[in-house]
């Protein structure tokens, strides 16, 4: 076995982000910006009023009460006026509005009385130079970097692209990630088991996981305990980028993924993890795939998917921040540690104060994948004998859906 950061290095190592592509900005949404985007011009591109009120110089009101004359209005949307303001004058300004020439600052409408013709307005305030006025480049200046390499585009970034004129955008492709369970006693989930039967929960976690990087996958079925029945399931599944096995990894009579993946040609980068749960993951690559065995066991998959497989996939989009948030927080209650083994404990972590709570939650164990409903981490303690006493500072693996719990 190796040890979780030795695993983790390995699988870095062995993978490199997907050639970039071409996307339409409306598909560019949950992607992976491949190439540096710079503004087309300086952002605002003129000064602009930030308020509704009347652009004037800031040398005009010395004194509050001071009275220009109206001199005319510009909207949003209309060419700056061509006449330079002049000493004495102001010009009715809305939001967004271009200033016109001479004009340095804008007393929002709320600090003015109009008077009784419109024609003059009084000023209840001292203009400062630059007040309410959005200066041209304050946001960006032309040629400057708006987003780098490995920056995720959501909506923030889609409205920053759409912003600088970028219809199309260079991204990262996306991996063709394909699921493979397998094993006699998995059924599909809308069959009601025997005795000696379980429902294929673990395909349905996979996929959600997946979701919520944004990856589609390729549901392969279940695989029965027959080799060639295997390698003829398997075969398919390394027509992709990714494939996630479920089952099959340990070291028992019919654990046979393993054997029959190598005599797909498989090279293993890793076979058993010092980690619990997860002790039996497999990885390594047919071809051009890379193919995870995971442990059959539900918390199993779940946990080696957040510390490995997801890891690896966002790897492979571009991303350059690729493991899951960890944070420090204190335990409420002592947790086991295991002699060899680092160990991830269901658990709940909950801001409190200036810091963070970690309250552990029962599980009978890495089958008992109901616990998985009210957590939202895994809490990590390292190999040894002792209790990790409560009160004590733990990591904790943030799930992606953490926020929401």
Excluded at 188 to 194: G, H
Excluded at 280 to 290: E, F, K, N
Excluded at 395 to 404: D, F, I, K, N, T
Aim: hydrophobic content about 40%; proline content about 9%.
């Amino acid at each position: 076995m190796i040890s979780i950061e030795e695993a983790f290095e390995r699988l870095m190592a062995a993978v490199a982000p997907l050639p970039p592509i071409e996307v339409a900005l409306g598909d560019a949404h949950g992607r992976v910006v491949a190439e540096e985007v710079r503004a087309d011009r300086d952002v605002p591109s003129a000064d602009r009023s930030a308020m509704d009120g009347f652009a004037v110089r800031s040398t005009e009101g010395s004194e509050p009460g001071t009275v220009l004359r109206v001199a005319g209005e510009v909207r949003a949307g209309e060419p700056a006026p061509t006449k330079e303001l002049r000493k004495g004058e102001a010009v009715r300004i809305f939001t967004g509005a271009l200033l016109p020439a001479g004009a340095d600052a804008v007393v929002m409408l709320e600090a003015t009385e109009a008077g009784p013709d419109a024609a003059r307005v009084r000023l209840c305030e001292r203009p400062a130079r630059g007040q309410h006025v959005r200066a041209r480049g304050s946001d960006r200046r032309g040629g400057e970097i708006v987003l780098l390499p490995g920056d995720p585009i959501h909506a923030a970034e889609i409205a920053a692209l759409a912003a600088l004129g970028h219809p199309r955008v260079r991204v990262h492709g996306t991996p063709d990630v394909r699921i493979l369970a397998t094993g006699d006693e998995v059924v599909p989930v809308e069959a009601t088991p025997a005795e000696h039967q379980v429902r294929n929960s673990n395909a349905w976690g996979l996929r959600a996981q997946l979701r919520e990087l944004g990856l589609p996958a390729r549901d392969g079925g279940i695989a029965p305990d027959d080799p060639a029945g295997l390698r003829a399931r398997l075969r398919e599944g390394l027509a992709g980028d990714v494939l996630l096995v479920s089952g099959g990894v340990s070291v028992g009579a019919y654990d046979l993924v393993a054997d029959a993946l190598r005599a797909e040609g498989l090279t293993v980068l890793f076979h058993g993890v010092a980690m619990r749960p997860g002790k039996p993951l497999l990885a390594g690559r047919c071809g051009t795939c890379l193919v995870f065995g995971l442990p059959g066991n539900p918390l199993s998959t779940f946990a080696t998917f957040l510390v490995f497989v997801g890891p690896v996939l966002r790897r492979l989009m571009g991303y350059n921040r690729c493991a899951p948030p960890c944070l420090q927080a204190k335990l409420r209650a002592p947790l086991p540690r295991r002699p060899g083994r680092t160990s991830l404990h269901v658990g709940r972590v909950r801001r409190e104060g200036e810091g963070f709570i970690a309250e552990p939650l029962p599980s009978t164990g890495s089958g008992d994948v109901l616990s998985l409903v009210r957590a939202n981490a895994f809490l990590v303690t390292d190999p040894g004998t002792d209790p990790q006493p409560e009160g004590s500072t733990v990591a904790a693996l943030l799930w992606p859906e953490a926020a929401h719990r």
